[in-house]
Every structure is written in C-alpha cells, then in structure tokens.
C-alpha cells in the first residue's frame, strides 16, 4: 500500500500562489493513479487533479483548470500542485490519495484506497 505525506499548505493573498507536494513511499507501479482532493469547511471533499504515475493521463477540475498544475519528480517520487491565481474559494484541506480501485472513477474519493493527512491552504482576500 502507498503511504502518502502532504505539504506546502499555507496562508497566501488573493492571486498568489502556493506548490504542494505529495511525497509517496511505498510499492508504487506505472499504473498508478494519484489525485488531489480538497475539503472546504462544511463542504464535501472534491477531486482538484490528478496524474497517471506514467505521465499517461492527467485531468484537472473545471474549476482550477488553467490555474493549477499537477507535476511529478521521479527522483524522489513525489507529486507537486503547483496553484497559481488563488481565490479565496480555493480555501480548504488538500490531500492526495492512491490506491484507485478503478480508472475511470478517478473523480471520486470513494474508489481511492490511500490518503494523506492533508495540508491547509488559506487564501485570504
């Protein structure tokens, strides 16, 4: 199993920007998925990005697309969320996850086996 740590959380100002790393340890395959989610106060945790370990595939949601990018440094098997143009309704926990039980579901936290303890983005405006 994928053990996962976040960070980079952080205050930043309206229009800033912040990069997260996911550092993943473990038995970790080509065929992996691994995705960013996020959980604002008294909201449902949402699917933000996520990246084929392989580079194969990588999908962002509607409402980060253009402003944030999944990346990933082989060396030292972590990924990175690079989040630029912040708005304050990008508030919220961020955790990445793995352990996809399926491809196609990659959009919901319920197929995902592994999770982070997640790291805190505050966007102040």
């Known amino acids: 199993q994928v053990q996962l740590v976040e960070s980079g959380g952080g205050l930043v100002q309206a229009g800033g920007s912040l990069r997260l790393s996911c550092a993943a340890s473990?038995?970790?395959?080509?065929?992996?998925?691994i995705s960013w989610f996020r959980q604002a106060p008294g909201k449902e945790r949402e699917f933000v990005a996520t990246?084929?370990?392989?580079?194969?595939?990588?999908y962002y949601a509607d409402s980060v697309k253009g402003r944030f990018t999944i990346s990933k440094d082989n060396a030292k098997n972590t990924l990175y969320l690079q989040m630029n143009s912040l708005k304050p309704d990008d508030t919220a926990v961020y955790y990445c996850?793995?352990?996809?039980?399926?491809?196609?579901?990659?959009?919901?936290?319920?197929?995902?086996?592994?999770w982070g303890q997640g790291t805190r983005v505050t966007v102040s405006s």
């Open positions: 996850a793995a352990g996809l039980t399926y491809y196609g579901g990659y959009a919901s936290r319920e197929n995902y086996k592994s």
């Open positions: 473990g038995q970790i395959f080509e065929s992996d998925v």
């Open positions: 990246r084929w370990w392989s580079g194969a595939n990588t």
